[in-house]
């Protein structure tokens, strides 16, 4: 069973910089899409960012786009999301989730998901 870890989360101030990684212990991310979702307090689930598999295209949200940058290190089976920039919007729960396509589709479609790492932007 695949399992997805992430980790990197924690306080940050408005204006700082945190990089999540999201592994996958003992399994290859070569044949999957992986999406970052983010959930702030009292809001709905929202993707973020996405990586595709073997042609890493990437895409963002509009709200994060020149801020967020998702990369991926197969040698290592591990994702990246570097998050410059940092406001307090952006505090949530981040998630990383994996789909075994060549680009994400839809949280729905998603085939695993982490626990999520919390950020907190505040100063």
């Known amino acids: 069973q695949l399992q997805l870890v992430e980790s990197g989360g924690g306080l940050v101030q408005p204006g700082g910089s945190l990089r999540l990684s999201c592994a996958a212990p003992g399994f290859s991310l070569d044949s999957y899409a992986i999406g970052w979702f983010r959930q702030a307090p009292g809001k709905e689930r929202e993707w973020v960012a996405c990586?595709?598999?073997?042609?890493?295209?990437?895409n963002y949200v509009d709200s994060v786009k020149g801020r967020f940058t998702i990369s991926r290190d197969n040698a290592k089976n591990t994702v990246y999301l570097q998050m410059n920039s940092l406001k307090p919007e952006d505090t949530a729960v981040y998630y990383c989730?994996?789909?075994?396509?060549?680009?994400?589709?839809?949280?729905?479609?998603?085939?695993?998901w982490g626990k999520g790492t919390l950020v907190t932007v505040s100063s």
């Open positions: 990586i595709g598999s073997s042609d890493p295209i990437t």
């Open positions: 989730a994996a789909e075994l396509n060549y680009y994400c589709t839809t949280a729905e479609r998603m085939d695993y």
